[in-house]
C-alpha cells in the first residue's frame, strides 16, 4: 500500500478541490492506497469536510488542539498503513504528476527515506519571491553550518519514508514547529537509514497565504536546531 498523508490546518477554502484532484490522480495511479487527512486543530469546516467524504480511500486523523505542522505529519506518519508514506502539503504545491515519479524512483533504489530538493531542479526556486528564496537558502546553509547537514534542501515540505523508517524515525521525533523536518532527518540519518533527493520545483505557490512568518520562525528555527541535536544525541545515546 502507498499512503499519501495531507497535514492541514484551516483550509476549508481549498479542501474539497484538493480532495476531488488527489482522489481522482490516486485512483488512476495507485490500486493500492491511502489519503490519510490529519488535521491540526482547525478552527474552521476543514475536519468536517474530510469527515463527511464518501469517497473511497480516504480517511482522517485528528487529534484536537493545534500544535503545529510537525506534530500533524508526525501522527500521519504514524497512522499511516502503507509500505511506502509520503507527506506532501494541502495545496499539493508541488502537483500530482511527482507522486508517481517519486514512488516509482523510491522503489527502484531501494531507499529508506526519499526528500524533495528544490535546489536540485532548475527551476526549483521559479515564482519565490526575492526575500523567501533568500530566507530558503541561508536556512540550509544553517543547517549545514550548525546542525551537520549534508543534503541540499531540508524545508521541502515532500518526503517520503518506507513504513520501516516512518516508524523509527517519528515514534522519536518531538518538534511540532516547522523544523520538525530537520530532526526526522538528523534521526533517520544517525539510524543508518538510506537517503536520496528527488528534484522537485513549486507548482502552486500561495504566498500571500503562508503560515510561515520570516523574523520570528527564523529565530525560532534557530534554537529549534540547538535542541534537535541535542535530543537526537540524547535519545539515540540510551539506545
Do not use: W
Not at 533568500?134 to 546542525?147: F, P, R, T
Not at 514547529?177 to 538510506?194: P, Q, V
Amino acid at each position: 500500500m502507498f499512503s499519501l498523508i495531507i497535514p492541514m490546518y484551516n483550509e476549508e477554502k481549498i479542501l474539497p478541490n484538493t480532495i476531488k484532484t488527489l482522489h481522482e490522480y490516486m485512483s488512476r495511479e495507485f490500486d493500492d492506497y491511502e489519503i490519510v487527512f490529519v488535521d491540526d486543530g482547525s478552527k474552521d469546516k476543514s475536519k468536517q469536510i474530510v469527515e463527511n467524504c464518501t469517497l473511497p480511500n480516504i480517511r482522517l486523523v485528528s487529534y484536537g488542539e493545534n500544535r503545529g505542522k510537525g506534530c500533524a505529519v508526525r501522527h500521519g506518519m504514524l497512522a499511516a498503513k502503507g509500505d511506502v508514506r509520503l507527506f506532501t502539503d494541502c495545496d499539493i504545491a508541488y502537483g500530482t504528476d511527482i507522486i508517481r515519479t517519486l514512488y516509482d524512483s523510491f522503489t527502484a533504489a531501494k531507499c529508506d527515506v526519499m526528500i524533495g530538493s528544490r535546489n536540485l531542479h532548475v527551476d526549483g526556486y521559479e515564482g519565490y519571491t526575492f526575500m523567501r528564496k533568500l530566507a530558503s537558502k541561508a536556512y540550509i546553509k544553517l543547517l549545514c553550518i550548525v546542525g551537520g547537514f549534508k543534503l541540499s534542501d531540508s524545508q521541502c515540505g515532500f518526503k517520503a519514508f518506507s513504513a520501516k523508517a516512518a516508524e523509527e524515525v517519528f515514534s522519536k521525533c518531538e518538534t511540532n514547529s516547522f523544523a520538525f523536518d530537520f530532526e526526522a532527518i538528523m534521526f533517520a540519518t544517525r539510524l543508518g537509514f538510506k537517503i536520496n533527493e528527488i528534484p522537485v520545483k513549486i507548482i502552486n505557490h500561495r504566498e500571500s497565504e503562508s503560515k510561515v512568518s520570516m523574523l520570528s520562525d527564523s529565530i525560532k528555527m534557530f534554537k529549534d536546531v540547538l535542541r534537535i541535536k541535542k535530543h537526537v544525541k540524547n535519545t539515540l545515546s540510551k539506545n
